[in-house]
């Protein structure tokens, strides 16, 4: 018996998220670099804190699925409107649409070749989303930091700014 508090706490000595061979995480946006956010929205505005969500990219394999687009918006971009989570920790991708694997994860890729599964790249789902929903304007930001968003070793991987008001 344990509680998240030891179990997945990455400076706990009773850690065994390393251990742990799947873990299914959401995330409100992915880049094509498989990196991860999930305290803004495309829209640049905050949402909530990490809770142990940084701490799960420590298992084995990280699934994130997620739908293609929220609201006429794709959860696809080119680049995290926040970083949360780096892409290497980050294996795969499900959406409605396909399945992406990070192609650090050639073992994955060898798994699947000749599964009967949707496998595309991330780029062909990022492509797809903006075909149906057109490619969003990014949100302008003004220099006020209002949130940072550290590692879990307490690095500051990103700030989240102000949005520019209209």
């Not at 179990?7 to 498989?34: Q, R, W």
């Not at 799960?56 to 949360?84: A, S």
């Amino acid at each position: 018996e344990t509680n998240p508090f030891t179990s997945y706490n990455y400076h706990s000595k009773g850690n065994f998220t390393g251990m742990v061979d799947i873990v299914i995480l959401g995330a409100t946006e992915v880049d094509v670099n498989f990196n991860g956010n999930v305290v803004t929205h495309s829209d640049g505005y905050l949402l909530h804190g990490i809770g142990g969500w940084q701490n799960c990219l420590f298992g084995k394999t990280v699934i994130l699925p997620i739908p293609l687009f929220r609201d006429r918006i794709p959860v696809i971009l080119d680049e995290v409107t926040t970083l949360c989570g780096p892409g290497e920790l980050i294996d795969v991708i499900v959406t409605e649409r396909g399945i992406a694997i990070n192609p650090l994860r050639k073992d994955l890729l060898e798994k699947v070749k000749h599964a009967n599964l949707p496998i595309k790249t991330i780029h062909e789902l990022k492509e797809e989303a903006e075909k149906i929903c057109g490619k969003p304007q990014k949100p302008t930001f003004t220099e006020k930091v209002v949130a940072i968003v550290k590692w879990v070793d307490g690095t500051v991987i990103d700030v989240v700014k102000q949005i520019q008001p209209a």
